[in-house]
């Protein structure tokens, strides 16, 4: 039975009983669609639930389905439900919410934490709610990662990113335990002066002058007629990676180049030493299309408030980082920081270009006596993907080929080759040339489990994508740009039909799978039929179908400038690796248009794929092997790193068929 109680001001909802800890979480997405018919950068919210899901609860498998203006989904199958939500961040692809949820959670339970996407649309009916999509997150998951951070892809685009930490008891977030209550919810938005639980508050006042909005020559002239509004975040480092977790968001200054931002007002919560307690400020700018970073800079809590003081120390500032943002002293003797804008080839590295000046006119923490208490967190955070850069052309997960001219060097030439003057993938691309045939191979053997129960591999369920899934999606996503039929084979292998086990069967109705989700749709639809799952796991089938159709584009003029991608998905090594490997080198013995990428799934022991991988280029043929474990807090990173060798080995091969690209 559900218990509700009220508590500082905070409404908690209780389910259940047990050993319970407080859990606090943040959000943040990713590459989310634009909207509309001027096809803008969407103003979003973010709708969260967590839910304790009970056993007889059935779900769709999927909850992006729905345009609904509430994001309700019928048959949850769930129980404690409470609703909340962020604050809308305008005019960002890239959203990272301020606004956190805190919940109660039962060591050894399920508590499942949905989040539904909405765009904010504007019609001739008003303001209404366009649903971009869900993710769902387990708790006892995203805990169990060595960063605490999770991420789950939308099937209409975009990926939402989950990073929870555990909080330590205390009178203020939790409330008496009694018998039959387990999980609660509640929502805080660090801008406001609501009072942590040790009564601290962190004030601070912020000035900015000279500006940069744009390097364009023609739009700086146009920039002082219409001047963009501005705001600032505040982020802190995670306690467990190296990102950084957004905690607040000023108001924004309306069409000033020398904004001043009203006092913002932050609880604290616990916190360790504001002089070690690393901090980055980032100053943004909001059009009516887009939101875009100006400049950003790093410093400590302690040097903020330092900063606002004639006489102010330079203690905060030991680290070379740090004392290079430092501009000097303003008019009235504050000291001011420089904000730097960030490199175009790594977001996460701000570079020594300096995009205005910033004032820290005021900074104070309430009750100053308890600064050195014994907590962890002074701002709450934001992760450091710093993936701002809206309006540029290249932030979707189809990058994973690194087709910007800049970037794309064959990684086999010296900087002295003769060859750096022969085509690259780039001058194919820019030509029109590449055109992808895409093959997808999933392991269904036993050893990846019974899909009925929760943990096994292919177990899928309350909306949330299983790593199979995740990675058709990621390497769907990554070459579709260059597939212009996006038609692509779905096999899968280890199975029983019928008592007889198939090395290779056709996945879904068709033949072929339309686009990512008719990819996702293929392999769904294995699990409707009467499979069983065997061994062994040989995969010298699908290689044998992919050559095939390798050959046949080889052979036929029509179709030479086909180029196919195996992708194989398998949760262990494979029956015969020798067979196997003879096979590979045999392909490109033969210069058959093909490359072949193995994920690994789960834990299983992958040395054998590992030494396949590294071993030599003319022992490995055209070969890669990732596991999909090692990239799963950043699912981009995935077809990023399987496909790096793609570029050359595509190039290589049309230059072996003397195909060039007009000059």
């Not at 001027?38 to 779900?59: E, N």
């Not at 480092?237 to 931002?261: D, M």
Request: with cysteine; charged share 25%; proline share 5%.
């Amino acid at each position: 039975m559900n218990d509700e109680s009220s508590i500082g001001g905070e409404r908690y909802l209780h389910v259940g009983s047990g050993p319970t800890t407080n859990i606090r979480l943040y959000l943040r997405a990713s590459a989310l669609p634009k909207i509309g018919l001027g096809y803008q950068q969407p103003d979003v919210l973010a709708k969260v639930s967590f839910d304790v899901p009970t056993t007889a609860a059935s779900s769709s498998r999927d909850g992006d389905d729905s345009d609904s203006v509430d994001g309700s989904s019928g048959g949850s199958g769930t129980m404690g439900e409470r609703t909340d939500e962020t604050e809308v961040v305008r005019k960002c692809s890239n959203p990272r919410w301020t606004t956190t949820f805190t919940s109660r959670h039962e060591y050894g339970t399920q508590l499942i934490c949905f989040v539904d996407i909405f765009a904010i649309t504007t019609g001739m009916e008003g303001r209404g709610r366009k649903k971009i999509g869900r993710a769902a997150f387990d708790v006892e998951d995203v805990l169990g990662t060595a960063n605490k951070i999770k991420a789950r892809r939308l099937r209409k685009g975009g990926v939402v990113y989950a990073y929870i930490e555990s909080e330590p008891d205390s009178e203020r977030s939790s409330p008496p335990s009694s018998p039959g209550r387990r999980g609660l919810l509640s929502s805080s938005i660090s801008s406001t002066k609501s009072s942590s639980p040790d009564g601290r508050v962190f004030n601070l006042r912020l000035r900015a002058e000279s500006l940069v909005h744009t390097h364009s020559r023609l739009m700086t002239a146009v920039s002082a007629m219409s001047r963009p509004s501005t705001y600032y975040e505040i982020s802190k480092k995670s306690s467990t990676s190296n990102q950084w977790i957004a905690v607040y968001r000023s108001p924004p200054v309306r069409e000033s180049l020398t904004p001043s931002w009203d006092e913002a007002s932050i609880g604290l919560g616990s916190m360790s030493d504001l002089g070690d307690f690393l901090v980055m400020v980032s100053v943004f700018k909001v059009t009516r299309t887009k939101c875009k970073e100006i400049g950003s800079f790093a410093t400590t809590a302690q040097a903020l408030i330092e900063s606002c003081t004639t006489r102010g120390r330079t203690s905060g500032y030991s680290r070379r980082s740090l004392h290079d943002n430092v501009a000097g002293r303003g008019q009235e003797g504050q000291m001011t920081f420089r904000l730097l804008r960030r490199s175009a080839a790594d977001v996460s590295v701000l570079t020594d270009e300096v995009t205005g000046i910033i004032t820290v006119t005021h900074a104070s923490v309430d009750n100053a006596n308890d600064v050195r208490s014994r907590s962890k967190r002074f701002l709450s955070s934001s992760s450091s993907d710093n993936d701002d850069n809206d309006d540029a052309e290249g932030d979707s997960v189809s990058e994973a080929f690194n087709v910007d001219a800049s970037r794309i060097v064959a990684p086999s030439l010296s900087p002295s080759s003769p060859r750096r003057a022969r085509p690259r993938f780039v001058d194919y691309v820019r030509a029109g040339m590449v055109n992808v045939d895409f093959c997808v191979a999933v392991d269904f053997t036993s050893s990846n489990g019974d899909p009925r129960i929760p943990g096994t591999l292919h177990y899928s369920k309350h909306g949330m994508m299983n790593d199979y899934e995740e990675s058709i999606a990621a390497f769907s996503s990554a070459v579709e740009r260059f597939s212009p039929n996006k038609e692509y084979p779905v096999w899968g292998f280890g199975a029983k039909f019928e008592g007889e086990v198939r090395h290779i069967f056709q996945c879904g109705e068709s033949r072929y799978a339309n686009g990512t989700e008719g990819l996702l749709d293929a392999y769904q639809s294995i699990f409707e039929t009467d499979l069983i799952m065997s061994g062994p796991t040989s995969i010298s089938y699908v290689l044998g179908a992919a050559a095939f159709r390798a050959r046949r584009f080889r052979d036929d003029p029509n179709t030479d400038l086909r180029y196919c991608i195996l992708l194989i998905l398998t949760d262990g090594c494979v029956h015969d690796l020798p067979y196997t490997q003879k096979l590979v080198r045999s392909y490109r013995d033969d210069n058959l248009p093909l490359s072949v990428i193995v994920v690994g799934i789960g834990r299983a022991d992958f040395t054998e794929f590992h030494q396949w991988d590294q071993s030599t280029p003319e022992l490995r043929g055209r070969f890669k092997f990732v596991e999909f474990r090692e990239h799963q807090i950043d699912p981009d990173m995935l077809p990023r790193t399987a496909l790096v060798n793609l570029p050359h080995e595509i190039a290589e091969y049309y230059m072996s068929r003397n195909i060039t690209p007009p000059v």
